[in-house]
């Protein structure tokens, strides 16, 4: 059974940083690109970062370019986003995902499978 578990969220002031977890079972992420999405409440998802199984293509959305930052590390079936900088408008609900090719997407709809989620609160 695919299981992949967010940590890290909470809440914190404006300007300061979260480092979310994303520890996946049940498959090997070393060759599957990964994503991350958040959701805010009454919006749909919206692309965060991605990156390739290989680590060299790496894609970020426009609002989250220059502060936050997504890697992987393999050996620990384990993917990150380092959130630093943050801002109230990026309180959300942060996912991540897996797509079964080893090139990232930024569409929703190219993930194969989904966390449940970490809850991100930035306070002003």
């Known amino acids: 059974q695919v299981q992949l578990v967010e940590s890290g969220g909470g809440l914190v002031q404006a300007g300061g940083s979260l480092r979310l977890s994303c520890a996946a079972s049940?498959?090997?992420?070393?060759?599957?690109?990964m994503g991350w999405f958040r959701q805010a409440p009454g919006k749909e998802h919206e692309f965060v970062a991605a990156?390739?199984?290989?680590?060299?293509?790496?894609y970020y959305a426009n609002s989250v370019k220059g502060r936050f930052t997504i890697s992987r590390d393999n050996a620990k079936n384990t993917v990150y986003l380092q959130m630093n900088s943050l801002k109230p408008e990026d309180t959300a609900v942060y996912y991540c995902?897996?797509?079964?090719?080893?090139?990232?997407?930024?569409?929703?709809?190219?993930?194969?499978?989904w966390g449940q989620g970490t809850q991100v609160t930035v306070s002003s």
């Open positions: 995902a897996e797509r079964m090719y080893t090139l990232p997407s930024i569409q929703p709809i190219g993930y194969d499978y």
């Open positions: 049940g498959l090997t992420i070393s060759s599957r690109a």
């Open positions: 990156l390739s199984s290989s680590g060299d293509n790496i």
